[in-house]
């Protein structure tokens, strides 16, 4: 059967349309995972709010606060509101004396703003695939004085409505390491406290030295599209703090495909079929 060039040419355009480059291995898959953007630029009166931006929910009490911003002004990750509302916090590690420093670059988020907040980014993965989510945890060191009971959070990795397997390990700036699991439909707990060793070796959080807690998680995928979720668990204006979010593939040579992998591999084609053209009209 005979494909005229210009039926090929056109095939090769759809591919390029449908399909795309592939993304580098070692790009991670989350989008702002070190919450440097937006730029934190505090106002208010109140001094002690002067190191932070509160994202709130459209239905959020402290929608109209002089330190608050819309949930859709949160780069990378969307907020999941309540009933109640729903607020997350940008800290500025710049801003001391009462910012507290963040693990890269200079902020970090606490899940817990006027009220508890949840995170969550939906973004596709390969089906049938290892990953690996890594990021560091510690707690709002303000919010919670000796004696109080530790924020406390959720991640879930989720896939058809429903949370996949995780796995792994907690390791903490005293490199005390602690195994931990849970299986499908369940998520991880997360726990850190200035005055509660919630893990081993956790000496708690201060806002000069977070004592940040790194975790380290593997998960399998089943099919493509993934929601990476963070929910807070405890109640107040101080909760479980956030820096460094990744996503990678367990094998560091798994190339991730994208909308557009076979862009290359088109224009490749569309060449060797303009040559061969180009030879069969020389030929007559």
Known sequence: MKISFGKLV???????VVFGPLKDANATIISNGGFELPA???GGNDVLKKNFVAYVAPNDPHIGDPNSQPASSLVGWQLQGSVAGGSVDLDNTSKFPYGWAANEGNQSLDLNGYDPGTIYQTFQLAANTAY?????????????????HPPTALVTVEQ??????????????????????????SGIVLSHNTS????????????????YTTAFLTFTTTTNWTTLRFAS???G?????????????????FVVPEPSSFALLGLGVIGSAFGAYRRRKQAV
């Open 196 to 211: 509660v060793l919630t893990q081993p070796g956790n000496k708690g959080s201060t806002k000069t030295d977070m004592h």
């Open 160 to 185: 058809n409505f429903a949370s996949l397997a995780l796995s792994g390990v907690f390791t903490t700036d005293a490199n005390v390491s602690s195994i931990v699991s849970a299986p499908a439909n």
């Open 132 to 148: 690996n989510l890594t990021f560091v945890f510690a707690n709002n060191p303000y919010a919670n004085p000796a004696g109080s």
């Open 40 to 42: 934190n630029v505090p």
């Open 10 to 16: 056109l095939s090769c355009v759809v591919m390029a």
């Open 237 to 253: 204006t101080g909760g479980i703090v956030l820096d460094s979010v990744e996503i990678l593939p367990s094998n560091p040579n």
């Open 233 to 235: 668990t405890s109640p």
